[in-house]
């Protein structure tokens, strides 16, 4: 049998419409399109990790409950006590245990733009994926819209990315509260950029039985761990415990994020000065003329160059050695948009170098 008969006989529709989620080779430039933290760790702190992970035994199994983990998560995010998390490998891993517990009919809702993993593992799935468009002029919240797909698809699980990913703003607090209310399914508010934001839900998951809040430490500083979270209703997350793959979260990444978040006074220092690199790269990017730099509550910023510009200023940066995300292609809201991950001052100025050679290329 040709191989292309094979793969179309074995693979579901889904699969075969899909395109792979594609990284790119960031290698010789200066990475700033992944949302990273770009520091690394004082010696002493380096040293002490290495101490901390001397001891693990990496001939056994992790513990599959990661229950000291778990505890220093729910303390250092003030998570209440009578609410349970589930650890995995990355968010995503925690995205896709949500949507294969939906039966095979069930509606997933999320604003459009968004990120980019609600749709592709939904459809993946075999699940109905609706993207609701955010207002043109903010990039908030379509209320009206949203509430309309809400009553008329009644979705399973509807995403809110709280800051979005790739706009960088906050939505409306009342907006997702009224969201809330009005789902019969689960909302589950992705607060992965929450350092930089001052902003969360989780004091209020004892208002609202459908809520989880979903986060990652991947953008606080570490993001080869892979490691997100979710927290909820126990009795919700006892179900996905029951589709999590046992032992997902290796030894090292167990004893590595615990050592972290102990130390977590470091990572607050680091969002600090990323957050102050934030505002001097969206001042600077406010005066170049052509340019619109939108607010941003996360560690990135999204700009709209010249109309039908987007694609070369992104080639003229990259080939002056600065990696950046070219989000034009997606079309849409992100129409002549690019995005860029705050790096260090250093970092920052060659991109804004490269940025203001590319306007005028």
């Known amino acids: 049998?040709?191989?292309?008969?094979?793969?179309?006989?074995?693979?579901?529709k889904e699969?075969?419409?899909?395109?792979?989620?594609?990284?790119?080779?960031?290698?010789?430039?200066?990475?700033?399109?992944?949302?990273?933290?770009?520091?690394?760790?004082?010696e002493e702190i380096k040293n002490l990790w290495l101490e901390s992970i001397k001891e693990c035994q990496l001939n056994r199994y992790p513990d599959p409950e990661a229950k000291q983990l778990a505890n220093t998560i729910k303390r250092v995010n003030n998570i209440p006590?009578?609410?349970?998390?589930?650890?995995?490998?990355?968010?995503?891993?925690?995205?896709?245990?949500?949507?294969?517990?939906?039966?095979?009919?069930?509606?997933?809702?999320?604003?459009?733009?968004?990120?980019?993993?609600?749709?592709?593992?939904?459809?993946?799935?075999?699940?109905?994926?609706?993207?609701?468009?955010?207002?043109?002029?903010?990039?908030?919240?379509?209320?009206?819209?949203?509430?309309?797909?809400?009553?008329?698809?009644?979705?399973?699980?509807?995403?809110?990315?709280?800051?979005?990913?790739?706009?960088?703003?906050?939505?409306?607090?009342?907006?997702?509260?009224?969201?809330?209310t009005k789902a019969a399914g689960l909302v589950i508010l992705d607060e992965a950029y929450a350092p930089f934001a001052d902003a969360s839900f989780i004091s209020e998951l004892p208002n609202h039985a459908n809520l989880l809040v979903m986060r990652t430490v991947s953008k606080l500083g570490l993001a080869g761990l892979r490691l997100g979270y979710i927290a909820g209703d126990p009795a919700i997350i006892e179900q996905l415990n029951k589709i999590r793959l046992p032992y997902n979260i290796n030894i090292l990444t167990q004893a590595s994020t615990d050592f972290a978040l102990n130390h977590h006074s470091l990572f607050d220092q680091q969002t600090a000065e990323i957050k102050v690199e934030r505002a001097n790269v969206h001042d600077q990017l406010k005066q170049l003329e052509g340019i619109t730099a939108f607010p941003s509550a996360a560690n990135f910023i999204l700009f709209r160059t010249p109309a039908n510009q987007a694609d070369n200023i992104f080639a003229a940066i990259k080939k002056q050695g600065v990696l950046i995300k070219n989000l034009n292609p997606q079309g849409g809201l992100l129409k002549d948009c690019l995005r860029v991950t705050i790096g260090k001052p250093e970092e920052n100025s060659a991109f804004l170098s490269a940025l203001r050679n590319g306007l005028l290329s």
């Not at 049998?1 to 579901?12: C, D, Q, Y």
């Not at 589930?86 to 896709?96: A, F, K, P, V, W």
């Open 1 to 12: 049998m040709p191989k292309a008969s094979l793969i179309n006989k074995l693979f579901r």
């Open 15 to 42: 699969v075969l419409a899909l395109s792979a989620y594609k990284v790119a080779d960031a290698s010789g430039l200066i990475k700033l399109d992944a949302m990273e933290n770009p520091y690394s760790w004082p």
């Open 81 to 180: 006590e009578q609410f349970e998390i589930l650890l995995g490998n990355g968010s995503d891993e925690i995205i896709q245990l949500l949507l294969m517990a939906l039966p095979p009919n069930a509606h997933v809702l999320a604003p459009d733009p968004g990120f980019v993993m609600y749709k592709q593992l939904s459809q993946s799935l075999g699940l109905t994926y609706h993207g609701i468009p955010l207002l043109t002029d903010s990039f908030d919240l379509d209320l009206p819209a949203m509430i309309a797909a809400i009553e008329k698809h009644q979705p399973s699980v509807i995403f809110l990315a709280y800051p979005n990913n790739p706009t960088g703003n906050l939505f409306n607090t009342k907006a997702i509260r009224e969201i809330i």
